[in-house]
């Protein structure tokens, strides 16, 4: 374990995290006659450092939009350059220091360009070019991990346009020490088959063999929301309101993502495969399970598909939500202990990261007050036990 001394017991881990990718990840890793088609940072016209991708430099989002995490100014406002924003968000020796300040274990760690922009790729890159992105930011997220890859769990990309190719991708991955797949389940909203289809059967058998969870993070799942993938930081001051407002409801849109995993019949297919919904939230998760339950056997679908458990049941064997600002969890704790994992989301501007223009406490401080009433036993399960047996940290 990298030098540093954490926080007394119990050691937590951190379900969600973002890497915050620097310019040259693209370029450096793909030959040079695709540097001007790869992502890539440009100055704009404002003067502002701005990703973009394709010959057409089709605009992503500023270079520090998800990096906020301790600036000095409520949004909108966000760090004029990298060299302002948390080194921690794009160091890996800063990253294990910062770690170690919150008294945190181990984090896992989910991409931006790739997670927010992937459709965006595909679309300007074209399909193979599209793979070696995802290829070449895997491999630099290998790299990056590599300075105390027990600490640092990386979750691969994979080029979901292409299912054997990212069987493929996940098995190279699984051999280099990555812990789970960036994933979605919402595949109809961009003209693809369910997950129950056939189509997705390379990808799931692959990562229930690899002991891969597929991880579905709220910004991957709005692959199909254009708006939200061509401006992910776009916090105007003229519409905060309804910034604001877009962004708490994000947080439980993976309500139909569990829905769709309870009810579709894949965890028969694929018993050992484990969902984690991302920066979601939990305390919707025992309303929707006793709802499925309740309208599956009041329309008689415990009689007509007798061979299927109750959404309730896959819900507790398979399926994982992630918390961080909430305070009142104590009864989806109670209910669900082995299926809750704590989060920070740093360094996003929502993230439990303390700063002048934050509201939010260390993380140890936060559990300390929101968890405090829980059994040992219980905490110990949310902040550490079940990340544990998800991502496999010894």
């Known amino acids: 374990m990298a030098s540093g001394t954490l926080t007394p017991e119990p050691a937590i881990i951190d379900t969600d995290s973002h890497l915050l990718e620097l310019g040259d990840v693209w370029t450096d890793r793909l030959p040079k006659r695709v540097h001007e088609q790869v992502p890539r940072i440009e100055r704009d016209s404002s003067g502002s450092q701005m990703w973009v991708v394709g010959s057409s430099a089709r605009r992503l989002h500023p270079d520090t939009s998800f990096g906020p995490a301790g600036w000095h100014e409520w949004p909108p406002a966000r760090p004029d350059s990298i060299e302002l924003c948390d080194p921690a968000a794009y160091s890996a020796s800063d990253r294990l220091r910062r770690m170690d300040e919150y008294g945190i274990k181990a984090q896992v760690l989910y991409p931006n360009i790739v997670g927010f922009h992937s459709r965006v790729l595909l679309e300007e890159l074209g399909p193979e070019l599209a793979t070696q992105c995802t290829r070449a930011y895997n491999d630099f997220l290998t790299e990056w991990c590599s300075a105390d890859p027990d600490r640092l769990l990386a979750i691969s990309a994979i080029p979901w346009w292409d299912p054997a190719e990212s069987a493929a991708e996940i098995e190279r991955c699984a051999q280099a020490g990555h812990r789970g797949i960036l994933f979605s389940v919402d595949w109809e909203r961009i003209g693809l088959p369910p997950i129950t289809d056939s189509h997705w059967s390379p990808v799931l058998a692959t990562a229930q063999a690899a002991n891969m969870s597929l991880n579905l993070h709220i910004g991957f799942g709005n692959q199909g929301q254009e708006e939200l993938a061509q401006n992910a930081a776009a916090f105007k001051p003229d519409s905060l309101v309804e910034t604001m407002r877009e962004v708490s409801l994000g947080f439980i849109s993976s309500t139909r993502h569990v829905a769709n995993i309870a009810t579709s019949g894949v965890c028969d297919q694929y018993p050992e495969l484990n969902f984690v919904i991302v ?116």
């Open 279 to 394: 920066e979601s939230g939990v305390g919707w998760m025992p309303f929707l399970m006793e709802a499925l339950d309740w309208t599956w056997q009041m329309s008689g679908l415990h009689l007509k598909r007798p061979e299927r458990e109750l959404p309730s049941f896959y819900i507790r064997r398979q399926i994982y939500g992630t918390f961080w600002f909430e305070s009142h969890i104590e009864t989806v704790a109670e209910l669900l202990p082995d299926n809750l994992m704590f989060e920070t989301d740093f360094p996003h501007g929502v993230s439990l990261t303390p700063g002048p223009a934050s509201i939010a406490k260390k993380p140890r401080d936060h559990v300390a007050e929101s968890l405090g009433g829980l059994p040992a036993d219980v905490t110990r399960k949310l902040l550490h036990d079940n990340a544990a047996r998800i991502y496999r940290v010894r």
